[in-house]
C-alpha cells in the first residue's frame, strides 16, 4: 500500500550561501500493507513528523523513492499531488487543524466541496459521517464552541468524508483526555476492521501503539525496530 | 470545485473585514467614477459640437452647388449631371429641391394655409435617401403631398404659442391654386387638388420652422403643363418673355436643379464620392469633411481624458493590492489547511482571482451608477452656475457630459481588469503557502 525505498531526506538551515544541511531520515525502507495499522512511535527530533509529511507529499524526499497504492509519487507536481491527495488519503491532526471561520458541518464537508459533489449529496454523507463520530448535534457549531474531543471528532469525520483507503495521523490523540483517546482508538480499530482502511500513526502514546498491528521505531532518523502487535520483536531492521 | 462553492468561499471571506472591503470598494468606485466622467466631457462636448455642425444634414449627404464650365464659370446642375451622379459607385441616391416659381395658393376646407413654399422633390429618390417623417408616409400616387411639420402655424404667430399638430391634416386634401399670366396680362388659374399623407419631421432647432409644401413629380407635371414653364414660373405682366427670361425655360428647354444632394450608401464612401464627382469638375461639400477633423480632435481629447482617469483607477488598484495580500496574510492558516487535505492549487488561485474581481465590479458597478449621477447633475446644474454667475445662456440641448453605454462598459472591463491584476500576485502567493508552515509544522 505504502512503500518507501532507500528514502532520504535532509534540511538545509540558516542563510541563502550559508546553508548548513542536517540529514534527518537515513536510508529508509519501509512497506506497509493494506488494511495494516502501523504506528511510528520515537523520541522528539527522531524525524516520525518528516516521515508522515513525506508519506503525505507535504515535502519532498532528497533521495529515494516512495509508492502510494502502487503509484510512484516521488516526483509528482504540486497540483497532482493535491488530486492524489483528495483520493487516496485522510488526515487526522494533533490540532484537529478546522478552519475557525467554519462550522463543524463546513469543516468536514470540505473534502467534498473540493471534489465538486453536489450540494443534496454532501449534505447526507456529512450528517451520515458526524453521526456516525456521535457529533451531529454541533453540525451547527463553529470549533471555538466544541470540546477538544468534539473538535478531534469532527476532524476525524472530515478525515473520512471520501472514504480513502488510508489514512494517516500525526498524534491523534495529543490533544485528547483519556476518554476521548479511547474512543477514537477504537474508531479507528472498527474501521480497519470494517472498512479495511489502513492507518499510519504517529504517537509517543503506548496506548495508542498498541492499537497498530506493527509498531516501527525511528532513532535518530533510522528505522529501528519493526514489532508486532503485543510488543514482541518481529524483525529487527538493524 | 464547483463556481457555487467558490463564490460561497468568497462571500464569507469578504464578511470577515467588512471595513477594510468598503474602504477597498470605494477606492475602485471613485477611480472607476473618475474615469467615466473624464470621459463623459469629451464625449458630451463632441456631440454638442457635432449636432451643432451638422444640424439637419446627414452626415452621408454631399451637397452639389454646380458644375465648372470650360470657361472656368460654374453652372448649374441638369438633368445629363443627374444621370451621371446616380451612376457613380456607392451612391444611394441623388435628391433635389426645386422651389415652385410662384406663391400657390393653397387652402384646406376652404380656410387659407400658411404655406411658405411648395417645391418639387423627387419622393423615388427621397424613399431611399430616408426622407425623415414625423407621422404619415411619403406619397406613391400622383396626387398626394408631404406637408412641413409647422405648416398649421399662423402667419403672427409667436414661439411657445400653441399649434395644433399637422399630423391631424394626414388623409385631408388641399386646394392648390396655379395661377398663369397670359401674354396679353389677363390672370388664368387652375386648382389641383392634393391629399396629405405625411407630415416631416421636426426641425431640429427651436428658431427653425417648415412649412412647406412637398409635392412629386407628377404634381409639378400638372402646375408645368399648365403654366407651360419650368418649375411652374410666373410670367410677369407687362414684360417680355424674353426681358423676363421665361423664354429660356420652357418645359422643352434644358432643366436645371438645385438643391442637389448626392446620399452615399455608407459615411466612409462619402469621401470616395467626393473625390471622383470633384475630378469631373463638380463643385461640392460634404458635412463628413467637416466632422473628420472635429472627430480626430475630440478623440485625442477622449484618449487624453480616458487615460487620466485610468490612472486613477490604478491608484485604486494598489488598495485592491494591499486588501487581497492581506487577506492571503490572515488567511494562511485556512488555506494550508484546504492545501493539506488537498485542495488543489488553481482552485485556491481561482477563489483569490474570483475575490479581487468582485471587488472590481463592485466597484465598478458602484462607480458607474455614481457616475451617471454626477453627469445628469453637470448637464443640469453647469448651465444653471454659467447663467447665474456669466450671465451667459448655454444652448438647450448642449450636453457638457455624455455616458454611452460603450464607455460604462469600457471602464467596467478597465476596473475588472485592474483588479485582476492586482489580485493576480496575492493569488499566486496563496497558491505557494507552504501547508507545514501554515500548519504551524502541527504534522
Redesign the interface.
Known sequence: MIQLNRVNHQFAIGKKGKERIVPVLHDIDLHVKQGEIVAIVGRSGSGK?TL??LM?G??RPTSGEILVNGQNVTKLS??DW??F???H?G?M???F???P??TAFENAE??L????VGISKRKQRVMELLEQVGIAEYAGHYPGELSGGQQQRVSVA??LMLDPPIVLA?EPTGSLDSDNERQLLALIRTLNEERGTTFVLITHDDQVASTAHRILKLKDGHLLHAYAKGGSLAHEIQ | ??FN?QFRFVR?NMK?NKTRLFMTVLATAMGCSFLIVLASVGFGLQKSIVDKAVGDRMVTSIEIYGIQSDNDEGRQIGTSNLDYLRTVDHVKAVTYRNYIQQSIMITLDGTDVNSSSTINVDFDAENKAGFKLSSGRLPAGENEVVVGYNVRQLPNSQPGDEVPPAKDWIGKSLEMKVSQFAEDGTEQSKTLSVKIVGVTEKPTREWKTDTAVYIGNGTLKQIESFTQTQWGAQRVPGVKDSESGIDKIGLDDPRHYSGVQVIADKANHVKAIAEEIRLKGYISHSIADELKQINLVFLIMKIGLGFIGTIAVLIASIGIFNTMTMAVTERA??IG???????????IRRIFLLESSMIGLLGAAIGTIVAYIISVAVNIGLPIIIRGFMDEKVPDDFRFSLIPPYLAIIACLISLGVALLSGYRPAKRATRID??RA?????
Not at chain 1, 113 to 116: F, K
Not at chain 2, 337 to 347: C, D, E, F, L, R
Open positions: 513528523s508522515l509529511n503525505s507535504y515535502i504540486e497540483g493535491a488530486n491527495r483528495l483520493s488519503l488526515f491532526f494533533q490540532s487543524q478546522l478552519i471561520s467554519m470540505l473534502p466541496v473540493l471534489q465538486g472530515r478525515s500525526d | 470545485m464547483k462553492d464569507q470577515k492558516q485556512d489547511i484546504m492545501k493539506a487535505i488537498g485542495a488543489h492549487p488553481n482552485s501547508v507545514l500548519l504551524r509544522r502541527d504534522m
